[in-house]
């Protein structure tokens, strides 16, 4: 029996309760025993402590969108010019620098293999928890068809948890669903709308028809799991809310009518914000092609008023940063871009409380409480006074602990 405990520090427990300052909180094993105020009680000898003066106590973060195995801001590219093996060794990285920014627990939302996931889990690798849908579910010319419109081969084929599962009609996406829950993923994500980096459609489209999607939820739902989708555009929300559509991803074109749709179905929304603001200042030098760079500044453009919508209409709202590339090391940005639209308390329950309710883990993460696994931060200062802290990670975020194991310690 290993006892920790944190000392000194200002909790900000993710509750929704206010910080809490010379605040404990003591470790046993894998989880948080007890919280406090003030002097702690007395303590077992060979307690470890750890004095926390002038830091922040935080939930371990939790990004709800992010994309491990795209170490290259080209994804369609990487497949073509790296061997698998390289790109294993690439996506190892960005996974061990995902905990580095402070980020215990991820969702991945396409192309990462359950086989990351276990990598992490029995302790090859050091990263966040994963949870993964392997590949997605696209129609032809939809988001996940990589291929230019003067292409006419079949797409390229799936390479080490890599691109593409195209399934047209409701006997198709059935088996693309049964295929990906086979190889043991924890939800299925869809493209139901147009994106930016895709070659044949735009923001503003939907994509698959209500049969199709409600296909893909009942597969999902039969296993146990649910779907997450990819889309902007009312027409494409509203379709999905129908579909019973557990998470829609993006949504940056959301009007009132469908936040009404998703207030009435109780989906979530994971606004991704990051990607868009990074693509944008470094697309041109990425070398992507002008009409993703236009695509990009269109969702970014709507960002903020979506968010707004969604906030007004008291969606649960969660948090992702989708970004890719060079770029994986700024997931920190979200809350900072987030905080503008909702405070800096708002994104910090976003991307906490909100995200593992996101990933079914209410239970076990998102908060400091009694009782939970021990997936916490300490960082320098008041994230509240400055959301920006979380990019300069390696300096400001100065513990990590994950099931009460400390990953990094600079106090
Ligand atoms: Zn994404």
């Known amino acids: 029996m290993a006892i920790t405990i944190l000392t000194h520090g200002t909790i900000i427990d993710c509750t929704g309760a206010d910080p809490r300052p010379n605040g404990w909180v003591v470790i046993e094993d894998q989880r948080i025993l007890e919280t406090g105020q003030g002097k702690p009680g007395t303590l077992p000898p060979g307690t470890e402590v750890i004095d926390c003066q002038d830091q922040s106590l935080l939930p371990g973060l939790i ?6 195995w795209t170490a290259d801001t080209k994804i369609v590219e990487q497949v073509r010019r790296n061997f698998t093996s390289t790109l294993v060794i690439k996506t190892e990285k960005v996974i061990k620098e995902t905990l580095d920014q402070g980020f215990t627990t991820v969702r991945d939302c396409g192309l990462a293999d359950p086989g990351f996931r ?26 996940g ?12 084929p799936r390479a080490a948890g890599g691109i593409t599962g195209i399934c ?82 993006h949504g940056n074109l959301m009007t009132e009518s469908s936040a009404q749709a998703m207030k009435e179905s109780g989906a979530f929304l994971v606004p991704t914000m990051a990607t868009y603001v990074m693509l944008s200042r470094m697309g041109k030098e990425l070398g992507l092609p002008d009409k993703f760079i236009r695509k990009i500044n269109e969702a970014l453009d709507k960002a ?14 969660g948090s992702g940063s989708d970004v890719l590339g060079s770029m994986q090391v700024n997931k920190g940005l979200e809350l900072a ?3 503008k639209i909702m405070g800096p308390m708002g994104a910090l329950l976003a ?41 300069n990670y390696r300096e400001n975020i100065t513990l990590i602990m994950q099931g009460g194991r400390i990953y990094k310690n600079i106090l």
């Open 63 to 68: 990004d709800a969108h992010v994309h491990v």
């Open 351 to 391: 991307a906490t409380k909100t995200n593992a309710e996101i990933v079914r883990q209410e239970k076990d993460l998102g908060t400091i409480e009694a009782g939970k696994l021990a997936d916490l931060i300490v960082v320098k200062g008041d994230p509240l006074k400055d959301m920006g802290l979380f990019q």
């Open 118 to 143: 276990q990598a992490v889990a029995d302790g090859l690798i050091s990263g966040p928890r994963l949870f993964v849908c392997g590949t997605w579910l696209s129609q032809t010319g939809g988001h």
């Open 168 to 249: 047209d009609g409701v006997a198709e996406v059935r088996q693309g669903a049964r295929e990906q829950l086979r190889q043991g993923v924890d939800f299925i994500k869809i493209m139901a709308g147009g994106g930016a980096a895709s070659p044949s459609d735009e923001l503003d489209t939907s994509q698959y028809s209500l049969e199709e999607l409600e296909a893909a939820v009942f597969e999902a739902e039969s296993a146990g799991k649910y779907v997450a989708a990819h889309c902007y555009s009312d027409r494409g929300i509203k379709l999905c809310c129908k579909a019973g559509i557990r998470t829609i991803e």
């Open 337 to 339: 871009l987030q905080a």
């Open 145 to 156: 068809d990589p291929r230019l419109p003067t292409e006419v081969g079949p797409p390229y």
């Open 304 to 317: 903020e008023n979506a968010l707004a919508i969604a906030l007004a209409f008291g969606l649960k709202i």
